[in-house]
């Protein structure tokens, strides 16, 4: 069996005393946070901000300490209906970082972006793992503030 590994990161501002979470709508329909594949030779968190520069154009970010979270998941790299394509396991490493910038300049992976109060981006994310971990980052912040 085919093995990825990715790593990402569940990106957020504060403002007016409120956390906003960054969430990315991806050309395949779904809404998720900026992640990517770990190139040969790259530390996670370099991926993390190659990623995310990448898909976002936001450079000032800051990793908070603490969290990292990973999440599995099995996929097949081709919908073709003829022939089924084997399954890929994927690891996917998350990391929580801070950023001042609001401005966002999406990349050709993606449709579009917002940024969300919890309430509102636990609603708008599409799977139940990335749920999950928007849920802990949130919950991490509220106990580290």
């Given at each position: 069996?085919?093995?990825?590994?990715?790593?990402?990161?569940?990106?957020?501002?504060?403002?007016?005393?409120?956390f906003?979470?960054?969430l990315?709508h991806?050309?395949?329909?779904?809404?998720?946070?900026?992640?990517?594949?770990?190139?040969k030779?790259?530390?996670?968190?370099?991926?993390?901000?190659?990623?995310?520069?990448?898909?976002?154009?936001?450079?000032?970010?800051?990793?908070?300490?603490?969290f990292?979270?990973?999440?599995?998941?099995?996929?097949?790299?081709?919908?073709d209906?003829?022939?089924?394509?084997?399954l890929?396991?994927?690891?996917?490493?998350?990391?929580?970082?801070k950023?001042?910038?609001k401005?966002?300049?999406?990349?050709?992976?993606?449709?579009g972006?917002?940024?969300?109060?919890?309430?509102k981006?636990i609603?708008?994310?599409?799977?139940k793992?990335?749920?999950?971990?928007?849920?802990?980052?949130?919950?991490?912040l509220?106990?580290?503030?």
């Amino acid at each position: 069996m085919e093995k990825e590994k990715s790593a990402g990161a569940v990106v957020f501002r504060k403002e007016d005393s409120k956390f906003y979470y960054l969430l990315l709508h991806y050309q395949s329909g779904h809404w998720d946070f900026p992640k990517g594949h770990i190139e040969k030779g790259e530390e996670e968190k370099e991926t993390v901000k190659r990623e995310i520069k990448e898909e976002t154009g936001i450079e000032d970010i800051e990793f908070i300490p603490g969290f990292r979270e990973r999440i599995t998941y099995f996929f097949r790299k081709s919908y073709d209906k003829n022939k089924k394509s084997p399954l890929v396991f994927k690891e996917v490493l998350f990391y929580l970082v801070k950023t001042k910038t609001k401005q966002v300049r999406i990349s050709y992976e993606h449709t579009g972006y917002k940024w969300l109060p919890y309430n509102k981006a636990i609603k708008q994310i599409t799977f139940k793992n990335a749920k999950e971990i928007l849920e802990k980052a949130n919950n991490y912040l509220l106990s580290i503030q």
